[in-house]
């Protein structure tokens, strides 16, 4: 028996999520909102979330492109996750992608990486060897890591940016879009420019 799928956030971050699924011709059942704005996007039912029970049997992803809110909606969420897959989307056979993630169209992601559950790996980014990517990621569309980099929980690398090989780069990071990263970044850092430069720290972390 097929199981029904479910998205969890009714936002653009959704209707790309939804092309992926679509281009492996998998079907959504409805999406799931805290607050919906919309009775449907791109022909699928939206429905509110507390008012809705699905089985235990069932799948879902949490379609919101906010990593810390996308990590609080997950800790409240008792069904099981699954992943989604551009087809696309070029995925060496030697590396590992945890569940609740999405890899959208374009994506290359070489051998022996490792990405954590519920990540966001955007249209056209580049993931070279050995790099390790923790959960609740977002790497944005055409960023680049080079060979054997690390980031940490809930790290943002934005719109093009770039990160030379080796670099260690911590949890609840922002790297700014089209940065150069050339060295490690601490915890909770936003990181902006050419070499990339620290501008400031979050106030609050996870």
Same mark, same amino acid.
């Given at each position: 028996?097929?199981?029904?799928?479910?998205?969890?956030?009714?936002?653009?971050?959704? $209707?790309?999520?939804?092309?992926?699924?679509?281009?492996?011709?998998?079907?959504?059942?409805?999406?799931?909102?805290?607050?919906?704005?919309?009775?449907?996007?791109?022909? #699928?039912? /939206?429905?509110?979330?507390?008012?809705?029970?699905?089985?235990?049997?069932?799948?879902?992803?949490?379609? @919101?492109?906010?990593?810390?809110?996308?990590?609080?909606?997950?800790?409240?969420?008792?069904?099981?996750?699954?992943?989604?897959?551009?087809?696309?989307?070029?995925?060496?056979?030697?590396?590992?992608?945890?569940?609740?993630?999405?890899?959208?169209?374009?994506?290359?992601?070489?051998?022996?990486?490792? @990405?954590?559950?519920?990540?966001?790996?955007?249209?056209?980014?580049?993931?070279?060897?050995?790099? $390790?990517?923790?959960?609740?990621?977002?790497?944005?569309?055409?960023?680049?890591?080079?060979?054997?980099?690390?980031?940490?929980?809930?790290?943002?690398?934005?719109?093009?940016?770039?990160? @030379?090989?080796?670099?260690? #780069?911590?949890?609840?990071?922002?790297?700014?879009?089209?940065? /150069? @990263?050339?060295?490690?970044?601490?915890?909770?850092?936003?990181?902006?420019?050419?070499?990339?430069?620290?501008? $400031?720290? $979050?106030?609050?972390?996870?």
């Amino acid at each position: 028996m097929e199981k029904i799928k479910y998205l969890y956030g009714a936002s653009g971050h959704c $209707k790309v999520i939804i092309d992926v699924l679509r281009s492996n011709n998998d079907l959504i059942n409805c999406i799931l909102d805290d607050f919906p704005k919309a009775e449907e996007i791109l022909g #699928i039912p /939206v429905l509110k979330a507390s008012l809705f029970k699905p089985s235990l049997s069932d799948l879902i992803i949490v379609s @919101i492109g906010d990593n810390l809110l996308r990590k609080k909606v997950v800790s409240k969420i008792t069904i099981s996750f699954f992943l989604a897959i551009h087809k696309t989307a070029i995925i060496s056979v030697n590396s590992e992608i945890g569940k609740g993630s999405v890899v959208m169209a374009g994506v290359i992601i070489n051998s022996s990486v490792k @990405i954590g559950s519920h990540c966001i790996i955007n249209s056209g980014a580049v993931i070279e060897h050995d790099c $390790k990517i923790h959960d609740f990621c977002h790497i944005s569309p055409n960023a680049t890591l080079a060979g054997n980099v690390s980031l940490g929980e809930g790290t943002h690398v934005g719109l093009g940016a770039c990160v @030379i090989q080796g670099v260690k #780069i911590g949890k609840w990071v922002t790297i700014g879009a089209g940065s /150069v @990263i050339i060295k490690n970044v601490p915890d909770f850092a936003t990181v902006v420019g050419n070499p990339g430069k620290i501008i $400031k720290y $979050k106030e609050v972390d996870e």
